[in-house]
């Protein structure tokens, strides 16, 4: 039989087995021994492209490209850089298609406003239509007085 | 005018359609890389010649247009295009210099012992840090560099001799005349 500690002992194992862990791929070597700096760095890394994946971060890449681009960013940072400095240092070199997510600027407003602006167009072209056929699909009301007078009048005229 | 405007969807389609046309052309690698380095300085190196010959100094090349080519020994495509850059290097076109990649030094001395060796001079980057201020992201790269050590071109992957006769060649002379 099992002990009670033992059926939680496998509860733990079951639940760990359904925690995944993100993927890294820094190397114990490549870590700064000041945890804040390193913290930084590791932050900055989820935010740069590697460049031979291209759709991996090269925090999480194991690509000699993005092990060395690690180093670098390291170096900046233990050098004094501030993070925005560190980033920049790798943009010059790289361009901006390095950065994992792309700055607002007059290049990319229609890469970031677009999608909301097709939405919005969308949304107002659909009211619109809704709008117009509401009194066609609605009950019809009934007929003024004027009307009647003139439909009268219309069949009477086609009877002749 | 209303007419029209039943068009608007066919009018977006050939408007996607041409511009996956453009984009999507077979002679166009969606994967390479426009160069940030284009138009600016190249970044200053004075690396350690292969072999202890005379080291690659940046400083020293400048004064003409002149070409640097990234290569490994482990880079298979730069294989390919090795016998190209020997043609090239019997018939002096090129002011050719090599910048071993990540290589050990000794590798690259057997690869340019065994395969003949085109080039003027040759830096050794073990460390790849030279590659990385170039913003190289892979071998071979090629980079055309003016008279007064600016980036003017890139080539990533091996060189054809359709790009050399109709984009290098008549680049460097455009840049050794002015």
Redesign the interface.
Known sequence: MISRHGVRTWWLVALLLLVTLAAQAVEPSERLADPALEARARAISGELRCLVCQNESIDESGADLAHDIRIFVRERLTAGDTNAQAIQAVVNRYGQFVLLKPPVEPATYVLWYGPPLLLVVGLAGTLVWLKRRRPAAGESEPLSAEESRRLDGLMRGNDA | MKRLFYLLPLVLFMALAGYFLVALRPDHDI?E?????IAKPAPAFDLAGLESKQPLDLAALKGHPFVINFFASWCVPCRIEHPLLMRLAEQNHLPLYGIAY?DKPADSTRLLATFGDPYRQVGIDE???VG????V??VPETYVVDSTGVIRRRFVGPLTAETVDKDLLPLLKQLGRS
Do not use: I, V, W
């Open positions: 994967h890389l426009p160069s940030a380095m990540k460390d790849g840090r990385l201020n170039f913003g992201y892979g």
